[in-house]
Structures are given as C-alpha cells and as structure tokens.
C-alpha cells in the first residue's frame, strides 16, 4: 500500500510507482480515499515490499526538526531539511495541517515527511506561492485513521475509465473465428522468428483482442542444454516481419545483468512498466493483454510444434495459407530493387522456411513465395555482377544472406 494526496491520482486514469532502483510498478487500484482531507492509499502491483515506520504526528513539538523526500519540479528523491514551525487549523481545506520550513514545490505532493527518529509524520501536500517558506504536510494520524477505513475491495481511479473488466469484457466480444485465426496467425508468426535462433523449444499463448484488433502473441524460447539464453517475449501476430511492437520482455539468464532489468511490460498508451519477476511479468501480461499462463512455473516445451503438457496455449500447426503474413517487398515486384535490405531478408527467410505458402501485399493481394523467391534471386544477382555490387547495401546483402544460408540466423 502507498499513501499518497488525492490530488495527486484525481485526474489520471492510470497510474505508476517508480521505485529507487528505477523498477516502475502499476497501481491496481484505490483501497480508500478522502478527496476533502487530500489523502489516497493506493495498491501497488506485486509483494514484499519494505515499509516505513509511520510516527504520532500529535506528540510533534513545534521546533522540531524534520526531513522531507521527494521530487520537486522532476528532481526524484530531493532530500530537504527544516522545521516544524506551527500546526494550523484550516476547515476549508478539512483539518489540521504541519507548517513547516522544509522547502518543497509542485511534484513534492504526497511525499514523506520524516521526524528525526526515521519515524513518518506527516505527508506533504501543499506550500503558499509567494510565501517564504509557507509549506505544509497533512499529519500522518490522519492516514491512520484512513487506514483503518480502507476496504479490500479494490476501486477504479478517479479518471479510469477501461478497468480490467471492460478488458476482459472487450474480450469476450472475440468470435472463434477471431480467435482461431489468431492462434494460426501466431503460431506462423513464432515459427518464423525461430529462423534466427538455433534450435530452441518453444512454447507460445495468444489472444486477441477485438476493439484494438490486436494478436497479442506470447512467446517462450527455451534452451534445455542452456537454460541461460532463455526468454519470453509478448509481441503483436499481425505485424510484418520482425519490425513489429514489443509489449513485454522477459530475460530468464539469471547470473547476466541487463541494463535496465530483465523484465518489462509495454502497454499499449500506458508508461512502461519493470517487473520483478516471472511471477510479475504473468500477471500483467494476462493484466494488459488477456494472456493467461494459469500454471506458475516455467514449463519445459518439448520441441518446436508441440506445447508443454496441460498448457491451455496454442499448439503450433502445419502451415496453413488462412492468414497469410503481411510483407512489404511484395509492394515492390516487379521491381524488388526498390526493397530495402531488411525487407527482402526478413521476406526472403519466411519463404526458403515456407517455400510452398503465400504472402499477402499491403493491397491485399496474394503473392507466392516461388515467386518472390526469384524475383530476390534477381536483386541478389544485381548486387553480385552489376553496378551496385561494390555499395554497402549489397555487400551487406550478399553477407546477411551467405549466413542464413549457412543456418547461423
């Protein structure tokens, strides 16, 4: 739980904690509130969190020196000093409050306000403009009392308006036909990332959700002689190629160290979000994108085109030309000289996989893969005899090109 001012969460409809070591975790929710007294408790997303002591904010003496934490103006974890200089009755702003001389400004709201035995006695909220010094902190006994009125039946902020039962409600909207073709999609999207590593198994869940017309594809990589270059990664099965969004990552080398950390969530018009662990990243994956892993653990997948045993994932299938991927190259033809270098790769590793499939223009129109096959055997002669062969784009090509073929991406 966080105790923070009102005014603080009023006007948003999401909100985040950003913690010392720069892990952000989202709120779930407001567990009490007084909008007229300007206080908040809030949950945050995850356990085990450390917890300060709170004090008596009645048995403060005016004189005493006291220590205020937070982020004036942006500047996070600003540390100043000074003293309690009066405790004042104000009815119209609901109560009592501390006046003191420590200096804060506007983001300074909802921070701590410590005594000098480490002890929390008030909170921070508001400071007169133009005054000297004029700042003020609401005492903590008033969160207290707050405390003990909180409910554990979590409440929307203020502005929310797209809770996580209209996420799910959003959800149910998609037919089986949507689902369906989200699932194949997925599994042909995965198969076609698996081009660039060697050999892993895989595991994968999808869904999708209909209002955004997004397939949200989790994916799993595991290496079972070499469990340190395993990982997760949630991405969007309609993107072309492998330009599309990351949602969500998460690195499974436990002895690497990740500038950063290892475990992020992209939400879609949402702050980024770190995580802590596995056990995270599952939550607020199934949180903001329906993906429910259900079992915890990480399972072992036993070979690319099977998923792990009692997993409610989605089984990758033989190919299947229901939902063909998009590609940009296809654009081009007949003229694949006007393809960059990272359309023809990505557009010729799905089809040497997938020789006898098809790929869908941005037209819509279907294209064969034999057929773009041989109009990139044409760049690629282009860029071996002709006048382009010394650029570096082709010689680049002609390298990227040699190593797919050799298996080593």
């Not at 409910?151 to 149910?172: I, V």
């Not at 999808?206 to 209002?211: F, M, N, Q, R, V």
Request: charged share 25%.
């Amino acid at each position: 739980m966080v105790v923070t001012n009102y005014h603080v969460i009023e006007t948003g409809n999401v909100a985040i904690v950003k913690f010392p070591d720069g892990i952000v975790l989202p709120v779930d929710g407001v567990l009490a509130a007084d909008k007229a007294r300007d206080l908040a408790i809030i949950k945050i997303h995850g356990k085990n969190f450390r917890a300060l002591t709170l004090g008596n904010s009645d048995r403060i003496q005016i004189g005493e020196d006291v220590v205020a934490i937070g982020n004036p103006l942006g500047l996070e974890l600003t540390v100043s000093n000074g003293i309690l200089s009066g405790v004042r009755n104000v009815e119209k702003e609901g109560g009592k409050f501390l006046q003191i001389t420590a200096p804060i400004s506007h983001g300074s709201s909802g921070g701590p306000l410590f005594n000098m035995a480490g002890e929390v006695v008030g909170i921070t909220s508001m400071y007169f403009e133009g005054g000297e010094n004029l700042n003020f902190a609401i005492p903590v006994n008033d969160a207290k009392l707050l405390l003990q009125e909180r409910t554990a039946e979590l409440r929307n902020l203020p502005n929310e308006t797209k809770t996580e039962k209209a996420l799910k409600d959003s959800n149910a909207e998609a037919t089986p036909s949507q689902k369906q073709a989200c699932n194949d999609r997925s599994a042909k999207f995965v198969r076609y990332k698996a081009a660039r590593f060697p050999e892993p198994q895989i595991e994968l869940t999808s869904h999708y959700d209909p209002k955004s017309g997004i397939c949200y594809v989790e994916s799993g990589f595991y290496y079972e002689k070499s469990y340190d270059a395993s990982f997760i990664e949630i991405e969007n099965a309609f993107s072309e190629g492998t330009t599309g969004p990351l949602y969500g990552k998460l690195d499974l080398r436990p002895d690497v160290f990740v500038a950063g950390g290892k475990c992020h969530i992209y939400p879609r018009n949402t702050p980024e979000i770190s995580c802590r662990s596995k056990e995270e990243f599952d939550e607020l994956a199934q949180k903001y994108f329906g993906i429910d892993r259900q079992l915890p653990g990480w399972p072992r997948a036993r070979t690319l085109g099977t998923t792990p045993p009692n997993r409610p994932t989605a089984e990758i299938p033989k190919e299947s030309h229901s939902v063909p991927p998009n590609t940009k190259i296809a654009a081009n033809l007949p003229a694949p000289e006007l393809a960059s270098e990272a359309q023809i790769f990505d557009d010729t590793r799905y089809c040497y996989l997938n020789p006898n499939n098809k790929l869908q223009a941005p037209d819509g129109s279907l294209i064969a893969c034999k057929e773009l096959i041989a109009a990139i055997d044409v760049r690629l002669a282009q860029c071996k005899t002709g006048p382009e062969s010394k650029t570096k784009e082709c010689k680049s090509l002609l390298r990227r090109f040699k190593d797919f073929q050799a298996g080593r991406l």
